[in-house]
């Protein structure tokens, strides 16, 4: 999954990207909110951690653009923490409203649960035939067996998942699943998708040529 944290302050940006990317999230980083907004129109996230205090473009006025054009599930982080600043960034469009300081847990339930919903999933656990995906822990079961995913094996196997039913393009999961820094090699995916089949089963995943991939419903 591929978040953008908009945040100005340098040491809590740094803070925040650790703890995404130790939960195998892609990251893309923006230190204003124009440089954010433009990152935020440009490539599809699957959620935005977004500041109010912003130099150039402030996160309220970013919110209201960004609002026109996409959807992308967003989670405010501010210091700012009165009923008013809360009731106004979600009035806003924002979809929750995390308030400094916070706990590391909290943070990443919170953009589990705004990733899910905007899936369309109210579920923490994905069961498919055997296998058994706990959104939570990020561990997976074959039947009662636990299976060693690596964390680009995981990330792709949640993200088909939760779209389950609905054929993934290649660039759609490159997109998701790759940091603007990434320079990704053309048989990646392929390489990944292998990968689980050998590990949870060939039928899982199907191939739809010069479509993407699917996990059939």
């Known amino acids: 999954m591929r978040v953008l944290i908009i945040e100005d302050e340098p040491d809590l940006r740094r803070l925040i990207a650790e703890v995404l990317c130790e ?106 035939g055997e296998v058994r995906i706990d959104l939570r822990s990020r561990t997976v079961l074959l039947g009662q067996e636990p299976i060693v995913l690596t ?14 039913g609905r054929v993934v393009s290649r660039t759609e999961l490159f997109d998701h699943l790759f940091d603007e820094n990434e320079n990704s090699l053309s048989n990646l995916l392929d390489v990944h998708v292998s990968n689980i089949r050998k590990k949870l089963g060939h039928e899982l995943i199907e191939t739809r040529r010069g479509l993407g991939y699917v996990i059939p419903e």
């Open 23 to 128: 939960a195998d999230y892609a990251v893309d980083i923006a230190a204003d909110g124009q440089d954010g907004l433009t990152k935020a129109l440009s490539w599809s996230y699957d959620a935005i951690v977004l500041d109010l205090m912003l130099p150039k473009l402030d996160g309220w006025k970013l919110l209201a653009q960004l609002r026109r054009e996409k959807a992308t599930p967003v989670l405010i982080v501010s210091a700012r923490d009165s009923v008013r600043d809360r009731v106004e960034g979600l009035d806003l469009g924002a979809d929750d409203y995390l308030i400094k300081p916070f706990e590391r847990a909290e943070l990443l339930a919170r953009l589990r649960a705004l990733i899910r919903r905007a899936a369309g999933q109210s579920v923490t656990e994905l069961t498919i």
């Open 151 to 164: 964390s680009r094996e995981y990330v792709l196997l949640e993200y088909l998942a939760l779209h389950r």
